[in-house]
């Protein structure tokens, strides 16, 4: 009698501690959820191109001073096939007849990457990640710089000490870049570019008379949303405003591309 009752108290303990494994592995993955801990994903980034990784849903983290934190190697935030994706849904991109026959006429060698040369703003190589660095990181930052793995191995710098646009600009790839808080928002305000780069790999052009705004919003540890309004008068009959998704390539970083020699490493390439 007393071995029945010996087996019947294991057997209950042995319940007992099932039910209690099940129900911690339940807490204990809700809570991973809580804290922005996902299971790996499929990202799509347009033109055919997608990654399989983990990005993390977490709070937005910030800085010392309180401002929001944008570092990090991110992928996508911008157009890189066709800058109409990024339009609001039923609305066309108001290019200009002139703009229009100039894109028409343009081939597959006039794609600047296709050159080595910039994607420009707010084009991004969406094949390729990029890091966004805030300095100093001890309080506010006076800059914020844009690295690109490709294409070309390149940088942005946007200044954020208040300073203005200066008024005699010589046009470039990147232009020139101001930035400050808007809430948790940074705003980027551009001018000064060149015209011989394009708004997308569609050849979408641009004019002397470019001048784009940025608005990122990081929405939480692994998404950043980039609502773009782009204004040239010289190619468009009107400004208007593109949105694009970023997110976070947890763990990665920038590898060295260097185009002339077709050093293709990276995501692109096919390395990880």
Known sequence: MKSRKAQV?????????????????TVVAAAQQGQGVDSPTTVNLGGGSAWRGVVPTGP????????VDLTGVWQGGGPSQNVAQGLPKGETIPILPLAKARMDARTVLDNT???????????????????????????AATHIFVLFEGNIHSFRQIFMDG???PTDLDPSWYGHSVGRWDGDTLVIDTIGFNDRGALDGAGHPQTLQKHVIERWTRQDQGHMVNVVTIDDPGA?????????QATLRVGDELMEYICNENNNYGVAGGFR
Request: proline share 12%.
């Open 9 to 25: 108290t294991r057997l209950k303990a042995q319940v007992t501690t099932v039910v209690v494994c099940a129900v911690m592995t």
């Open 60 to 67: 937005v983290p910030r800085l010392p001073d309180g401002s």
């Open 236 to 244: 468009y009959s009107r400004p208007f405003t593109t949105t694009w």
């Open 163 to 165: 300073r203005k646009h």
């Open 113 to 139: 990457e296709a050159l080595c040369l910039p994607a420009g703003v707010p084009r991004v190589p969406s094949n390729y990640p990029w890091r966004m660095v805030q300095t100093p990181s001890h309080k």
